[in-house]
């Protein structure tokens, strides 16, 4: 009979997330429901009325579906809670109910409801207590003072290498435990579907490329495990945001996601201007996939990326030897058929959107003009002669 009442619903119901978004409307369950949970309660007392001596015994466990269960004051021990990118009201109360700052979801939402500046509580770590209301910890964590900054930016274009460092140094995690934790890229959140290829190269599973630059707060105690991945987790988040995938094996002709990616990472190292990504992407393609004298790339930055890789001195395009610019030992040699590897850097989401969606057009040369980056692209070589030369009238060569 209770159940036909509808008098409540459990207060750690976490499969009820939906329910729950910034924003909402009250009147819903969540957001209290008082008049139906007094007409509720008036009902059940006059059900109650005629059982007698457990009358009051009923009362105190029926009371318990009206209660919202909730600490009292500001807390005890400090504990830090980290809310995730994207997070709704009802991920925060999880997180905060995990963490034992609350004594239920509905104490936070319900604070969370009553507060319209709940809107502005940002992802990130903060300093918190256990055993807080829900009023006083949606107080805490609209305070500055309680976030607790530890931000560090990844640029767009940096080998996994050079993000080892950055980290480590942000960190004090040595280096060697980044690039332990890079030796499975799986375990770290990359899908196997991502290293699937199309070209008949074999398969080699590296993190390089799935280590989205951008800028990322790290939890005090976080691992190098913990970080990557949260990169890694960015990274699929993006891609899936502009069906990156989807519109690379629908839109480009038999060539793989991955595939997709290498091409990102090469315009990410070779375009000087942002504009200039896309363009660089499709004369990627059109060596690799079209009718280009050798099908090779014939780019030195694939040089470069093997030189970091083994501990080498990287150099520039004047400095390397013929040696290193025609080994076909090289894996990434300029010189090899088809594409490389793996992607040589990790590409930002303007050189995905390049190599997603390229131009149309048959370029397969191109070289820097000017010294503020801008490219000529041409598919005739003796314009590619003439642009070489601009180049050097510009003291770019």
Same mark, same amino acid.
């Given at each position: 009979?209770?159940?036909?009442?509808?008098?409540?619903?459990?207060?750690?119901?976490? #499969?009820?997330?939906?329910?729950?978004?910034?924003?909402?409307?009250?009147?819903?369950? +969540?957001?209290?429901?008082?008049?139906?949970?007094?007409?509720?309660?008036?009902?059940?007392?006059?059900?109650?009325?005629?059982?007698?001596?457990?009358?009051?015994?009923?009362?105190?466990?029926?009371?318990?579906?009206?209660?919202?269960?909730?600490?009292? #004051?500001?807390? %005890?021990?400090?504990?830090?809670?980290?809310? $995730?990118?994207?997070?709704?009201? @009802?991920? =925060?109360?999880?997180?905060?109910?995990?963490?034992?700052?609350?004594? +239920?979801?509905?104490?936070?939402?319900?604070?969370?409801?009553? /507060? +319209?500046?709940?809107?502005?509580?940002?992802? #990130?770590?903060?300093?918190?207590?256990?055993?807080?209301?829900?009023?006083?910890?949606?107080?805490?964590?609209?305070?500055?003072?309680?976030?607790?900054?530890?931000?560090?930016?990844?640029?767009?274009?940096? %080998?996994?290498? +050079?993000?080892?460092?950055?980290?480590?140094?942000?960190?004090?995690?040595?280096?060697?435990?980044?690039?332990?934790?890079?030796?499975?890229?799986?375990?770290?959140?990359? $899908?196997?579907?991502?290293?699937?290829?199309?070209?008949?190269?074999?398969?080699?599973?590296?993190?390089?490329?799935?280590?989205?630059?951008?800028?990322?707060?790290?939890?005090?105690?976080?691992?190098?495990?913990?970080?990557?991945?949260?990169?890694?987790?960015?990274?699929?988040?993006?891609?899936?945001? =502009?069906?990156?995938?989807?519109?690379?094996?629908?839109?480009?002709?038999?060539?793989?996601?991955?595939?997709?990616?290498?091409?990102?990472?090469?315009?990410?190292?070779? @375009?000087?201007?942002?504009?200039?990504?896309? !363009?660089?992407?499709?004369?990627?393609? /059109?060596?690799?996939?079209?009718?280009?004298?050798?099908?090779?790339?014939? =780019?030195?930055?694939?040089?470069?990326?093997?030189?970091?890789?083994?501990?080498?001195?990287?150099? %520039?395009?004047?400095?390397?030897?013929?040696?290193?610019?025609?080994?076909?030992?090289?894996?990434?040699?300029?010189?090899?058929?088809?594409?490389?590897?793996? $992607?040589?850097?990790?590409?930002? !989401?303007?050189?995905?959107? #390049?190599?997603?969606?390229?131009?149309?057009?048959?370029?397969?040369?191109?070289?820097?003009?000017?010294?503020?980056?801008?490219? @000529?692209?041409?598919?005739?070589?003796?314009?590619?002669?003439?642009?070489?030369?601009?180049?050097?009238?510009?003291?770019?060569?």
């Amino acid at each position: 009979m209770i159940d036909d009442l509808d008098l409540g619903y459990d207060e750690q119901d976490r #499969g009820d997330k939906g329910r729950h978004r910034r924003g909402r409307k009250r009147g819903g369950r +969540s957001g209290g429901g008082r008049g139906k949970t007094v007409l509720a309660l008036l009902l059940a007392l006059v059900l109650l009325g005629g059982i007698g001596g457990g009358a009051f015994y009923g009362f105190e466990r029926i009371q318990n579906y009206f209660v919202t269960p909730d600490y009292e #004051g500001a807390g %005890t021990e400090d504990v830090t809670v980290q809310i $995730p990118q994207g997070a709704f009201l @009802a991920d =925060m109360a999880v997180a905060l109910y995990d963490a034992g700052v609350i004594k +239920s979801t509905k104490a936070f939402i319900q604070a969370a409801e009553d /507060n +319209s500046r709940s809107r502005n509580i940002q992802p #990130g770590t903060y300093k918190l207590r256990k055993e807080m209301s829900g009023a006083n910890a949606l107080a805490a964590m609209l305070d500055p003072k309680n976030r607790i900054i530890n931000g560090i930016t990844i640029p767009e274009g940096r %080998t996994a290498k +050079s993000i080892y460092k950055l980290l480590s140094e942000k960190t004090d995690i040595p280096v060697k435990d980044f690039e332990a934790a890079a030796k499975d890229p799986k375990k770290l959140g990359v $899908p196997d579907w991502w290293f699937n290829r199309n070209d008949g190269k074999k398969v080699k599973k590296s993190i390089e490329g799935f280590l989205y630059p951008d800028t990322y707060e790290i939890p005090p105690d976080a691992t190098a495990e913990a970080i990557l991945g949260q990169m890694v987790d960015h990274f699929l988040t993006v891609t899936q945001g =502009m069906e990156f995938a989807d519109r690379v094996q629908k839109e480009r002709g038999g060539i793989s996601p991955y595939e997709a990616l290498i091409v990102a990472s090469l315009a990410q190292a070779e @375009a000087g201007t942002k504009k200039d990504l896309g !363009k660089v992407a499709r004369v990627a393609y /059109n060596r690799v996939y079209g009718e280009f004298f050798c099908n090779c790339l014939e =780019m030195d930055v694939t040089v470069n990326y093997y030189l970091e890789l083994t501990g080498q001195k990287t150099k %520039t395009s004047a400095e390397m030897t013929r040696d290193e610019l025609l080994d076909t030992k090289n894996p990434y040699s300029r010189k090899l058929r088809g594409l490389i590897p793996t $992607p040589i850097n990790n590409p930002g !989401k303007e050189a995905l959107e #390049g190599a997603m969606d390229p131009p149309n057009e048959k370029w397969v040369y191109f070289v820097a003009i000017d010294k503020e980056g801008n490219s @000529a692209f041409t598919a005739d070589y003796n314009q590619h002669l003439k642009n070489i030369e601009k180049a050097k009238e510009a003291g770019v060569l």
